[in-house]
């Protein structure tokens, strides 16, 4: 059980992911992502627009499985950029780890 | 009230002669079942008929010039079409006989479709087909023409409900030169649309559009108004009906808070107070009565938004948690600036929404509501109400935060998709629960944060169970129609299943109720929005307006007819009639003795025949459907005489 964190949106701007919001959960994004992998993408911008900022720093890895091939966000009907929103989330990880937030 | 039209022009068709029978293929839909072929050579055995003949559809152009060639060469002088069920065709081809220049009554439809060539395969559909036509062949023989029964229409309209829907009936047809009385329950006018503000999509305020309409209304001088009024007494049919109108003071209780915020308001009779709407005259001090003659009646009683249990989803158990009405009332206090919003004096920083509260009801999953019932169905206008309630808030005050519950988002309409896309543009955060699985709303544990939490299994974040903090949930209430079983049962109205009147038919007759003369407008047909009643209101009054201004309606004359040569005055037929006021005993003079004899009402005839079963003289019949006839067909039917010979 989480409680949502409707801040940490915000919060994420400053990485450069801003369009989280825009999601409106479709899943296409992870219909056409050749991962193919756990609703990857999807699933990470989700726990962004709730806040679950424990469940993106426990499976930071999956993040760095993502080839930016783009084609997410060639498809993403609400212009989210899902691509661009996991390299904002990468960015997020590593200066979470820096400070030495990441197990 | 009641006149006969001059008879149809045509010359008398010759008694039992000159039947002509048409048979359809339905492009293969009879013919591939039945040998249409056949069928005619051996109608043409048949007593009666002069001709036969068939064609791929008979329902066009050339095929009902095939049959209107016969009539004028005078060939034929009756009818028989048979094709596919007559609920679909039989009033064309009648129409082809009057165009024929014949009376449309000396026709007889036989269902080969339905009832032969859908439902049966090989010999036994053809022979089936043959018998059925030659019965109405033989039946044809028998007819007589008719004159339709004509009606003249009293020239009023009454307009029952003073909300949206019902001001704009009464306008539209006061426009169209039309008197109109339109009743009232309460003593305002504006209905539902004047407890709202901003209209969804497009954000025109409810003082607006209710000011103007129902301004309109009270100046127009073909519209008279009775506020504080119900319908008591009705009887008649189309074109006249009596009513009897009470004016009475309300019940104290229910109008009292509306009555005070006008008071408060400070505003006159005739002038515009939100939350309240118009009060056009003052309440009778004593009860009045006032009979009333129309020719149409609209119905146009409205909905009323659901009310939450007490408990569901935390109503009445929180402070906190209201229905959208309730908020909008809330929101008019509300000061306009400030970053957060602010309710009675609590700052809003988050806001849960839930959808679907009171629609949707599924059985087995969700309680019935106290009158035992559930609505099973989509209100079709709460998903953007809400949204557009999100957006203006969110637009004036961006901290607060919204949390959007839904089943399914259906922002269906014009510019309603777009308050959707503007709500996640205002950074609306959206959870999605299932049927069975609705968000709970608890006390929030953590004493310093807001006082509730909403607790929901989240479809979008994979079935992981979420808590948002809330200071307040609002309810996306549905429609319910508003009880009016009292005029159901005085019109003897249909009612469908989800409660709302049920219309003839809902996409060729959407604004027609099965009693002729009484139309329906706006919400008490079905959830509407305010756009959509003022079309179906508008509808209404084109239909009604089409009814007045014609001054006259016509009904078909399959009604009960005397033979006062064999009528010895039992009242067997009286006892036996269904419809009030449609056969009754009256006194008259035969051969120099006063005696009772039964006089049938045609217009308030059904036509259903329970008089012609009891008649002990065999003195009452159908017009159409006389026994004669009937007993013509079924002989038809087992003689064996026109068959072919194997």
Same mark, same amino acid.
């Given at each position: 059980m989480a409680l949502v964190n409707p801040d940490f949106a915000a919060e994420l701007q400053a990485y450069g992911v801003d369009t989280a919001l825009e999601c409106f959960n479709c899943g296409t994004c992870a219909a056409i992502c050749? !991962?193919?992998?756990?609703?990857f993408p999807r699933k990470m911008i989700r726990y962004i627009q709730v806040g679950a900022k424990q469940q993106i720093l426990q499976q930071?890895?999956? !993040?760095?499985?993502? !080839?930016?091939?783009g084609l997410c966000t060639r498809t993403c009907p609400r212009q989210a950029n899902p691509g661009e929103l996991i390299l904002g989330l990468r960015r997020y990880v590593v200066a979470q780890s820096r400070r030495g937030e990441h197990v | 009230m009641v006149k006969k039209k001059k008879s149809l022009a045509s010359p008398e068709p010759t008694p039992g002669g000159k039947v002509g029978v048409y048979v359809c293929h339905c492009g293969g839909n009879i013919s591939d079942a039945v040998d249409v072929e056949q069928v005619c050579a051996q109608a043409r055995r048949v007593p009666g008929v002069v001709v036969a003949r068939d064609n791929m559809f008979m329902c066009s152009d050339p095929g009902q010039e095939m049959i209107i060639e016969d009539l004028k060469s005078g060939l034929v002088e009756r009818v028989v079409v048979a094709s596919c069920s007559p609920s679909l065709h039989e009033t064309t081809f009648r129409n082809a006989l009057v165009r024929a220049g014949g009376n449309p009554y000396v026709y007889e439809h036989a269902n080969l479709r339905e009832q032969v060539s859908w439902v049966h395969h090989g010999p036994e559909a053809t022979a089936k087909a043959t018998r059925l036509v030659a019965a109405a062949a033989a039946k044809a023989a028998q007819l007589k023409p008719l004159d339709p029964i004509r009606v003249e229409v009293r020239p009023r309209a009454l307009v029952i409900g003073g909300g949206m829907a019902g001001l704009k009936a009464a306008l539209e047809l006061a426009e169209r030169g039309q008197a109109v009385v339109l009743v009232e329950k309460s003593p305002f006018l504006g209905g539902q649309v004047a407890q709202l503000q901003e209209l969804a999509p497009g954000g025109e305020t409810a003082a607006a559009v209710i000011g103007e309409l129902a301004g309109a209304v009270l100046q127009h001088p073909a519209i008279t108004v009775y506020t504080c009024a119900q319908v008591e007494g009705f009887e008649g049919y189309i074109g006249n009906f009596k009513l009897k109108i009470t004016r009475t003071s309300p019940e104290s209780a229910e109008y009292s808070e509306k009555l005070e915020r006008l008071s408060q308001s400070g505003c006159g009779p005739g002038e515009y107070v939100p939350f309240v709407g118009l009060m056009p005259a003052a309440i009778p001090e004593s009860r009045e009565e006032i009979d009333l003659e129309a020719g149409v009646i609209i119905l146009a009683t409205g909905m009323r938004p659901y009310q939450p249990r007490?408990?569901?989803?935390g109503y009445k158990d929180f402070p906190e948690v209201v229905t959208l009405p309730e908020f909008i009332r809330a929101l008019a206090a /509300?000061? /306009? /600036?400030?970053d957060t919003l602010v309710l009675h004096g609590r700052h809003i920083r988050g806001a849960a929404l839930i959808h679907c509260v009171g629609s949707r009801q599924i059985p087995g999953i969700h309680e019935e509501n106290p009158g035992g019932y559930l609505n099973e169905y989509c209100s079709r206008t709460c998903c953007a109400a809400i949204l557009h309630a999100a957006n203006l808030i969110k637009e004036r005050h961006p901290q607060t935060k919204f949390f959007d519950f839904y089943r399914d988002i259906r922002t269906y309409g014009r510019g309603q998709e777009e308050l959707y896309t503007r709500a996640a543009a205002n950074q609306v955060l959206f959870f999605r629960f299932e049927a069975g699985e609705e968000p709970q709303i608890l006390q929030n544990p953590d004493a310093k944060g807001s006082p509730l939490l909403v607790r929901v299994k989240d479809v979008l974040t994979f079935g992981e169970e979420l808590e948002v903090p809330v200071d307040l949930v609002v309810l996306a209430v549905g429609q319910e129609p508003n009880n009016i079983s009292d005029l159901v049962e005085k019109m003897k109205i249909p009612v469908g299943a989800d409660r709302f009147l049920q219309e003839v038919h809902p996409k060729l007759r959407p604004v027609e109720l099965s009693v002729a003369g009484i139309l329906l407008a706006g919400t008490c047909q079905a959830p509407f929005g305010v756009g959509e009643a003022c079309a179906a209101a508008g509808a209404a009054a084109v239909k009604a307006a089409a009814i007045l201004s014609r001054g006259y309606v016509e009904l078909d004359p399959f009604v009960a007819e005397v033979d006062l040569s064999k009528?010895?005055?039992?009242?067997a037929c009286v006892e036996a009639c269904l419809a009030d006021g449609a056969l009754a005993m009256v006194e008259m003079e035969v051969g120099g003795q006063k005696v009772q004899r039964a006089r049938v009402n045609p217009v308030m005839?059904?036509?259903?025949g329970a008089c012609v079963a009891v008649c002990p003289e065999n003195a009452i019949n159908i017009q159409g459907w006389t026994l004669k006839q009937f007993e013509s067909m079924v002989d038809m039917i087992v003689s064996d005489e026109y068959l072919e010979q194997a």
């Open positions: 050749p !991962l193919n992998y756990e609703h930071a890895q999956d !993040l760095w499985r993502c !080839l930016h091939c | 007490q408990g569901e989803y /509300a000061p /306009a /600036a400030g009528c010895t005055g039992t009242g005839c059904l036509g259903c």
